[in-house]
């Protein structure tokens, strides 16, 4: 089934409001996630990344945290604005070759204004 | 910097056809890789590279192969096209950044398959 999935298809929150976009992951050996932000019509942007030895990242607006022992992973976006309207995907490297990432379905973020 | 390239950027194909989709990087990252997505659905990997003459199979590498002469260049061919292929097509190229991965996406080929 799929190892890399999130608990919300799609996420819709209001101007100004923080959002929590979560995934779940389910291979233990995983030592590395990322964030990516995807538009419309766009490839995959880089937002965040972590390892597997650190609990929680920050970088500007966003944090990501990862509970090892739940294999849970979310991203945090402060004062959301209509500009993060986009799919958010997580993805998880499995070791072994930095290529191989796995990706999860994606969630939809809407921004009302 | 461009960054990473690819070509076309749509391209109509009918069943048994073939066709090569190109992908560059001028960024000299040594590892590249291919990912089809699918509506509604996340990036799945095709084939990978991990420098120039090495080439490996990620998830779904049926009806397609790869190959890397040089670090630029990372071409993904369809040998003979099918319906089930159609799909847009991601090429990414990643350097090792501050001890992590951090991929860079090129803007996709949309490829439809009568």
């Known amino acids: 089934g799929e190892s890399v999935g999130l608990h919300l298809p799609t996420l819709s929150v209001q101007e100004g409001d923080n959002s929590i976009i979560n995934c779940a992951y389910s291979n233990s050996a995983s030592d590395y996630f990322i964030w990516y932000k995807q538009e419309s019509g766009k490839g995959p942007q880089f937002i965040i990344d972590?390892?597997?030895?650190?609990d929680k990242r920050q970088g500007q607006r966003v944090t990501v945290l990862l509970n090892k022992t739940v294999k849970h992973l979310s991203l945090q976006i402060a004062a959301t604005q209509p500009g993060d309207s986009a799919v958010y995907f997580c993805a998880e490297n499995r070791g072994g070759s930095q290529g191989n990432l796995i990706f999860g379905k994606g969630t939809k973020l809407s921004v009302k204004p | 910097n461009a960054g990473v390239t690819q070509t076309p950027k749509f391209q109509v194909l009918k069943t048994g056809q073939s066709m090569t989709l190109q992908c560059a990087q001028d960024m000299n990252h040594e590892y590249m890789s291919w990912y089809r997505q699918d509506p509604g659905m996340g990036l799945r990997l095709i084939h990978y590279?991990?420098?120039?003459?090495?080439?490996d199979q990620g998830e779904v590498p049926n009806g397609y192969n790869v190959s890397r002469s040089t670090t630029e260049d990372f071409p993904l061919r369809l040998l003979s096209a099918a319906p089930s292929q159609t799909s847009v097509y991601f090429c990414?190229?990643?350097?090792?950044?501050?001890?992590?991965?951090?991929?860079?996406f090129g803007p996709g080929t949309r490829l439809t398959v009568t």
């Open positions: 990414a190229s990643s350097y090792l950044a501050s001890g992590g991965y951090e991929q860079y």
């Open positions: 972590i390892r597997s030895n650190m």
């Open positions: 590279s991990v420098g120039a003459g090495i080439t």
